[in-house]
């Protein structure tokens, strides 16, 4: 039946589709474009009420400071917060007039999307098992044994809600709230948390995060960092590399998007990571829970471009009979309740970073080679009630406008390759997203249309809806500071039928450069305390205990540097290749002869063994004794012992001790 629905709606969808490419929309300019059309109809309908109120993330060519928040402001716009060359402005939708096409208003933004907040890295999961057995699988309890507890040890939380409820449990002196202080707009520093600031009981994502490190480092002290926009992050992360903020151990359960990279840990926000890292501390990464197809609130899929019809639309399958199913990738959202509110999220994103088509020299002028590397690729979002399907969203941003020199001076790509879609409320039911390439559209640079790029499509809902996508790929399906070179990012085991398992929601490596992610994987969806659920689950609840076993390390022996204690834990780990729907057999090749030899790119090196690990930095705390020191805890050689017939006198003599005893 399906079939045959398909086959009737054959004829009908290519004469719509291909109309469309036929006969693009102009573009927003700077705008999205759902946005500019709703600012056309409220110039035209709507001037006599009040304008709808508009916020969006904005890049610029220059650092954001009081010289362009000064602008901003003369425009009619605020600066809601900057880092940077990135930040969020807000106003009335008709001040972002002089930003739609053709205008040339503040030709320092180079481009607008929507604001994506940091998303908490959770998954709905069936019944909780106990905390104990999450950390006796770490063999965490033989660690305490030995009176390694975490003592001295300062752990970072870097997460998007708090309540509270620690820092009233164990006091001050244990637990501080941070926030970063703006003033109209610009950081300022770091402050403490007021009371306005803390989140109602039921949002309890940042101290579910700090349980699961104190359930294996009970006595850490721990430093909760409060990030509402991903200024707040990166503003946090430099102030940890610069040292003002000071942390042994940085755990981050955050999924922080859209892309700023091609999962290649060259982005921004990865480059952040590893500063943090550089600076002395250990960084243990949630990998994200892009790796199902559902039902869940994340899915992903990565793939190289394919044109079976030469009419510059992606085929997402091989199938030539249906052009639904061949042209457009399939999703449902499942029903959720009236009452709530639910983003959805649809990011597209492929190869043409700068970085990726520029060579480092950008003052040198655009060559013919490089702007045809370049490709402007468009997103439409259709929804199918069973008739006739149609569009909901439109992304269409023009990736190539600033591909070669002119009237504003910019002779560079500034553009990223990425196609963002937010619906608001979306209705239940089957959508398609279609990807389409119109390089050739912009003739006058003669660019073509490359066969070999790599898209990856990242989709995702914000609020209490699911959904299930029907082609998805979970190899490589991570995002920004889960590829960074130096972090450690952590993917989620589950307990079935008596064993570990990979989550299945769990994303997975590999980097698009071929690195090994995650490095490690750790239990997930054990009981929480805190959680007014019962529960702490997906990859949020992963990096966390990581984060702990990096404390007890940093508490066995302080002179550990961040590279020692990775090395420590993968190279301790306990392999988890093959095991139920791990990921296949491990791969016994070296990738890095300090990491581990049995890996995969699903469970990385495997999970931690906190007691082999614990032994090793103990040993490696006694190799970097001084010289004095080993003397002092030998024995005297023979030539400092007492000669035959002498007695043997000082502090420490028997006869010296006996009369002491005495």
């Known amino acids: 039946m399906r079939a045959m629905r398909i086959s009737i709606l054959l004829a009908l969808t290519s004469v719509l589709l291909v109309s469309l490419a036929a006969s693009a929309a102009p573009g927003a300019g700077r705008l999205p474009h759902e946005d500019y059309q ?15 109120q508009r916020e969006y993330t904005f890049f610029s060519a220059v650092p954001i400071g009081e010289e362009q928040r000064d602008e901003l402001e003369g425009a009619g716009l605020s600066l809601v917060s900057a880092f940077g060359n990135r930040g969020v402005v807000r106003g009335p939708l008709p001040a972002f007039d002089g930003l739609g096409p053709g205008q040339v208003d503040l030709p320092w933004i180079l481009e607008l999307l929507p604001e994506v907040p ?17 950390i006796q699988a770490l063999k965490i309890p033989e660690v305490h044994k030995k009176d390694i507890t975490g003592t001295n040890v300062t752990v970072g939380i870097i997460d998007g809600q708090f309540t509270g409820a620690l820092g009233q449990s164990l006091g001050e002196e244990r637990v501080q709230y941070f926030k970063v202080e703006y003033t109209r707009g610009l950081p300022t520093g770091i402050v403490p948390m007021g009371d306005d600031d803390f989140a109602a009981v039921w949002s309890s994502h940042g101290e579910q995060c700090a349980e699961g490190v104190l359930a294996v480092a009970p006595d850490a002290n721990l430093v909760m960092m409060l990030v509402t926009s991903v200024q707040d992050y990166m503003f946090f992360l430099s102030e940890i590399a610069a040292g003002k903020v000071e942390i042994d151990v940085l755990s981050d359960s955050l999924a922080i998007f859209p892309p700023e990279d091609h999962s290649d840990g060259l982005g921004p926000i990865a480059q952040a990571g590893n500063a943090v890292f550089d600076s002395g501390v ?53 029903d959720y309740p009236s009452f709530y509110s639910v983003t959805l999220w649809v990011l597209l994103s492929w190869d043409g970073w700068e970085y990726q088509v520029r060579n480092p020299d950008t003052s040198d002028p655009w060559t013919q080679e490089e702007y045809i590397t370049v490709q402007d690729l468009d997103m439409n979002i259709w929804y199918d009630d069973g008739t006739l399907p149609r569009i909901v969203y ?47 559209d912009h003739k006058a640079l003669q660019a073509t249309e490359r066969d070999d790029i790599e898209l990856r499509l990242y989709v995702f809902t914000q609020g209490p809806a699911e959904l299930t996508m029907e082609q998805h790929t979970p190899e490589g399906s991570i995002i920004n500071m889960a590829g960074a070179h130096e972090v450690t990012a952590v993917g989620a085991l589950e307990w079935e039928s008596n064993a570990w398992r990979l989550a299945d929601y769990s994303s997975q490596g590999p980097t698009s450069d071929g690195r090994l992610k995650p490095e490690l994987v750790a239990p997930t969806n054990y009981a929480s305390e805190i959680s007014v659920w019962g529960v702490s689950d997906g990859t949020s609840a992963s990096a966390p205990l990581v984060a702990g076993v990096a404390a007890l390390l940093r508490g066995a022996n302080p002179t550990l540097s961040p590279s020692e204690v990775r090395d420590i834990l993968t190279g301790t780990a306990s392999p988890q290749c093959g095991k139920l729907r791990s ?19 699903s469970v990385g090196c495997g999970i931690p063994n906190a007691l082999a ?13 001084e010289p004095e ?13 007492p000669a035959s017939g002498e007695k043997e006198t000082g502090p420490d003599s028997e006869e010296e001790n006996q009369t002491d005893e005495g």
């Open 38 to 52: 709703e600012l056309l109809r409220y110039q035209i309908l709507g001037p006599d009420v009040d304008p709808p």
């Open 394 to 440: 439109r992304a269409n941003r023009d990736q190539l406008q600033y591909a070669y020199p002119d009237s504003w001076g910019h002779g560079r790509l500034s553009v990223r390759p990425l196609e963002a879609a937010d619906i608001r409320n979306p209705r239940p039911g089957r959508y398609l997203i279609e990807v389409r390439n119109v390089t050739e």
């Open 118 to 134: 940091p998303v908490a890295s959770q998954e709905s999961v069936p019944a909780p098992i106990d905390i104990e057995a999450a």
């Open 629 to 641: 020191e080993k003397e002092e805890e030998t024995e005297p050689s023979d030539e400092e012992q």
């Open 282 to 334: 250990f960084y243990s990464k949630s990998l994200g829970n892009m790796g199902s197809g559902g039902p869940g609130s994340h899915s992903y899929y990565g793939g190289i471009w394919e044109d079976v019809e030469g009419n510059s639309v992606h085929n997402f399958t091989p199938d030539e009979d249906e052009y639904l199913e061949r042209n457009t990738l399939a999703f449902q959202v499942h």
């Open 583 to 601: 990921g296949g057999p491990c791969n016994t090749s070296v990738v890095d002869p300090e990491l581990c030899v049995e890996w995969s790119y």
């Open 613 to 625: 690990a614990v032994e090793r930095a103990l040993a490696m705390a006694e190799e970097q004794l």
